[in-house]
T-cell receptor, first 112, second 114 residues
Framework: RKEVEQDPGPFNVPEGATVAFNCTYSNSASQSFFWYRQDCRKEPKLLMSVYSSGNEDGRFTAQLNRASQYISLLIRDSKLSDSATYLCVVNPRGAGGFKTIFGAGTRLFVKA | DTEVTQTPKHLVMGMTNKKSLKCEQHMGHRAMYWYKQKAKKPPELMFVYSYEKLSINESVPSRFSPECPNSSLLNLHLHALQPEDSALYLC?????????????FGQGTRLTVV
């Protein structure tokens, strides 16, 4: 089983739509969780951290369910500029310390 | 603007060449990482340095040799690479030991092995 698994996508949505991405992780000792965004031929950039109580940043809401080892990202009122690959990231603690492990990513296309 | 700087941005090398990728950060981060990313795939962890010591090697072939000369610099020495090693190589840094250790990435070096 992969350490981090995501919805395969791609997601094709119209502007203004609400879209949700899901992610599961296998290491129950994982401490930190994030969503990153990666544009074509660019480096990944942090979108938001994910906290146990859930957190919101404008149109973006992240949720964490430790019991189910599940993370989600909700984007409301999608914009054309939201088109990108969204990567779920988990920091499991291995023998050598914390890693930063990426899910496969979900591509989002927002159309006018 | 990224606070992690990688050089060069592009590199073409032959299979018998020796080259080095460089990464620098001045955020005071004591964890630094090398990732390899192939097209349409996520970044794949190669190495982790913590307090300038190699803490994680994800079974990377010895033709890739990392080095951390000080807390701000991370190098990746390349020797006798294969065409399948062509990829985007990303450097990242983060704090160590805190709960939310988000990683900050450089813009990457796009490597082509011919």
């Amino acid at each position: 089983r992969k350490e981090v698994e995501q919805d395969p996508g791609p997601f094709n949505v119209p502007e203004g739509a609400t879209v949700a991405f899901n992610c599961t992780y296998s290491n129950s000792a994982s401490q930190s969780f994030f969503w990153y965004r990666q544009d074509c031929r660019k480096e990944p950039k942090l979108l938001m951290s994910v906290y146990s109580s859930g957190n919101e940043d404008g149109r973006f809401t992240a949720q964490l369910n430790r019991a189910s080892q599940y993370i989600s990202l909700l984007i409301r009122d999608s914009k054309l500029s939201d088109s990108a690959t969204y990567l779920c990231v988990v920091n499991p603690r291995g023998a050598g310390g914390f890693k930063t492990i990426f899910g496969a990513g979900t591509r989002l296309f927002v159309k006018a | 603007d990224t606070e992690v700087t990688q050089t060069p941005k592009h590199l073409v090398m032959g299979m018998t060449n020796k080259k080095s990728l460089k990464c620098e950060q001045h955020m005071g981060h004591r964890a630094m990482y090398w990732y390899k990313q192939k097209a349409k795939k996520p970044p794949e962890l190669m190495f982790v340095y913590s307090y300038e010591k190699l803490s994680i090697n994800e079974s990377v072939p010895s033709r890739f040799s990392p080095e951390c000369p000080n807390s701000s610099l991370l190098n990746l020495h390349l020797h006798a690479l294969q065409p399948e090693d062509s990829a985007l190589y990303l450097c990242a840094s983060s704090q160590v030991g805190t709960k939310n250790t988000e990683a900050f990435f450089g813009q990457g070096t796009r490597l082509t092995v011919v």
